[in-house]
């Protein structure tokens, strides 16, 4: 599918977010950031296995930049690319072969499908087998998760600790780590078991981005996946950037065939009409982003004909997602609130934001 192009309005929300990350306040490097960048650098040489986990959709741009600054680098480092089911399979598969290319092991993840942690967990297992019949590890093993804000760390930990404990022992009381959709909620570094003989251990640490964000298609990026809070852009502009890139790809043409053939059974089940999640309001959030594209006559080329179409898309999108006349002081932010929540858990399509082929960064 395609991805984002450099479009005006990307361009501006990325720059208001390095404003932002240059303000006196810095959202996101505050002195519990530095904190905690203090305590991984302590913590690092221990560990045997450090887990960089990427957003699956932008692999370059959630980069864990300060782990290149870390001294010593660790060399067993493996990329995690978590959310895989939010991304394009076909450049997920080329995201993984760019790092293979590039020496960098990596391995992609579902943190919340059992199935799929369960292969991860037995990848790990196998990588730390390794360690020990070449005598480089002791009876315990440790991997510290590395990764930006809102990027999956906690949840994959969890699911991690829930499958990995094995012995009857281990099935008392969960110790969980905070799991949020808020970017920045954990403070502390906690660790938790996922594995017995030998024993496996995984050390959660906060979501850190660098003291300084300085590329606007970056940051970008950043903010509509979710790492960034939505209040530094806002959601109404997070929503327009979305759907210019929806509107620029190809992922809308699967939903012609749900549109000509309308399942009646879907909307025989509606129960709460303002639940924007069920399936029958989904359904028809699809079909009128399907109508609206495939009917619009202007170029999508230009910035002012893609403004004339979300436009169009944000009016009938109120009347899809039930926002009542009552808010329509407000419509707008509450059309935009709730098209990025079924972009953010996949139920818009599979979306990659950056090829990485496009893009010389240096691994």
């Known amino acids: 599918m395609a991805t984002a192009r450099s479009w005006k309005i990307g361009r501006e929300i990325g720059d208001a977010v390095i404003?932002?990350?240059?303000?006196?306040?810095?959202?996101?490097?505050?002195?519990?950031?530095?904190?905690?960048?203090?305590?991984?650098?302590?913590?690092?040489?221990?560990?045997?296995?450090?887990?960089?986990?990427?957003?699956?959709?932008?692999?370059?741009?959630?980069?864990?930049?300060?782990?290149?600054?870390?001294?010593?680098?660790?060399?067993?480092?493996?990329?995690?690319?978590?959310?895989?089911?939010?991304?394009?399979?076909?450049?997920?598969?080329?995201?993984?072969?760019?790092?293979?290319?590039?020496?960098?092991?990596?391995?992609?993840?579902?943190?919340?499908?059992?199935?799929?942690?369960?292969?991860?967990?037995?990848?790990?297992?196998?990588?730390?087998r390794e360690l020990h019949k070449s005598g480089h590890l002791g009876h315990t093993t440790t991997m510290m998760l590395l990764g930006i804000p809102n990027v999956g760390k906690s949840a994959l930990a969890n699911s991690l600790h829930q499958i990995g404990r094995i012995s009857a022992a281990e099935k008392g009381k969960l110790k969980h780590t905070i799991v949020s959709s808020q970017p920045g909620d954990t403070k502390d570094i906690m660790s938790l078991k996922i594995g017995s003989h030998p024993n496996v251990y995984i050390l959660d640490t906060p979501g850190i981005f660098p003291p300084n964000l300085l590329d606007a298609e970056i940051c970008s990026r950043l903010a509509l996946t979710g790492a960034i809070p939505d209040d530094i852009v806002g959601e109404t502009e997070l929503a327009r950037f979305l759907l210019t890139i929806l509107n620029s790809s190809d992922e809308y043409k699967k939903w012609a065939k749900l549109c000509n053939s309308q399942d009646l059974s879907i909307h025989r089940k509606r129960q709460y009409p303002t639940d924007h999640t069920q399936d029958f309001i989904v359904y028809d959030v699809r079909r009128v982003l399907y109508e609206t594209i495939s009917g619009f006559n202007g170029n999508l080329e230009e910035e002012i004909s893609m403004g004339n179409l979300i436009e169009t898309q944000f009016s009938a999108l109120r009347s899809v997602l039930r926002v009542s006349e009552e808010e329509s002081e407000f419509a707008d932010v509450r059309v935009a609130s709730k098209i990025l929540n079924l972009y953010r858990t996949g139920r818009l399509g599979h979306h990659t934001l950056e090829h990485v082929s496009a893009l010389t960064k240096s691994f």
């Open 19 to 128: 404003k932002a990350s240059r303000s006196p306040n810095r959202r996101w490097y505050g002195p519990h950031m530095a904190a905690s960048v203090r305590a991984i650098s302590e913590r690092i040489p221990l560990v045997d296995f450090v887990l960089e986990i990427r957003d699956a959709r932008i692999p370059l741009s959630s980069e864990y930049e300060l782990l290149r600054k870390l001294s010593p680098f660790p060399s067993k480092r493996i990329i995690v690319l978590n959310k895989m089911e939010l991304a394009d399979p076909l450049e997920l598969k080329k995201s993984m072969d760019y790092f293979e290319e590039r020496n960098n092991l990596s391995y992609a993840v579902n943190s919340h499908n059992k199935e799929c942690v369960k292969q991860f967990l037995n990848f790990l297992q196998s990588r730390v």
